[in-house]
């Protein structure tokens, strides 16, 4: 019997394995590598094109998940060996300053590179963005600077946090997820990055946000099971849970504390103290 039951799971198995190749086999599958993203800017080259990609159709203050990719004319390729790096920069009336950003990687797709910039501050008439990109191009080095506009948020909601800690440091905070919010427990994220100079923007390791959602329109009641922010080591956010209990405008109110748990910015909400002053707003 035992043995019989042996044969048959076998011929399972078999048959199983024969229907997933088979249907490999039958359907090719074209992905186009940049669905779903706006190409936002292409600036032409000499002997190549230039494509910046976004989710959002404009750059704004706050957290940018951005794609870049370079075509080389002389074999209508996307390039997938370009080393890119880049430095975004904002030309003040009285000085000069980047703003925090992520490596460029095309782990996912080896012609997409991709990554992320937190502006801190929109474009006007007399201040301005620009972001320099130096990438290799069949060996040679090149540097191409892009003139960019950044925007305030559409929405109006303040998801972005430049502030001075109780530990005399510049941080910079940005709201990542979840970016369509549900009457559900949300995964959260957000970066947390230091000023280090007006130049070096290093990652937060370690420290922990605390999440107080509330909704001020409805006698300031909370949410049950949110979760702490607590640092991930390997996508250097800042995660944990959002629980949202109804649809509408919510403060999400916040606290930063370093890793002594000393508190550096934001207050805890009570009777007397309606809100935090370190805080997110979201409207859904
Ligand atoms: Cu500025």
Known sequence: ?????????????????????????????????????????????????????????????????????????????????????????????????????????????????????????????????ELTLNYNLNGVAKEEVVNIQVIEPIDGLKKTQVFTGSDNTRYVLAYVNPKEPAVAVNNMQAVLYKMETMMSFPVVENYKITVDPRMSGMGNHSSPNNEDLIYNALTKTYDGKLSLTMTGYWKINLKLLNENDEVLKGEDVTEANPESSLFFEIEF
């Open 1 to 129: 019997m035992k043995k019989l039951t042996y044969i048959f799971a076998i011929l399972i198995l078999s048959i199983l394995t024969i229907s997933c190749s088979s249907d490999d086999d039958n359907t090719p599958v074209e992905i186009n590598p940049v669905e779903g993203l706006i190409m936002i800017y292409e600036i032409e080259a000499t002997d190549h094109t230039i494509q910046i990609y976004s989710k959002k159709p404009n750059l704004e203050v706050g957290y940018n998940e951005i794609s870049i990719r370079v075509k080389d004319l002389a074999s209508n390729q996307f390039v997938s060996n370009l080393s890119p790096s880049w430095m975004p920069m904002m030309h003040m009336e009285t000085m000069e300053h980047a703003a925090p950003h992520s490596m460029l990687t095309n782990a996912e797709e080896s012609t997409v590179y991709k990554g992320h910039i937190v502006f801190q501050m929109a474009s006007n008439a007399t201040e301005f963005w």
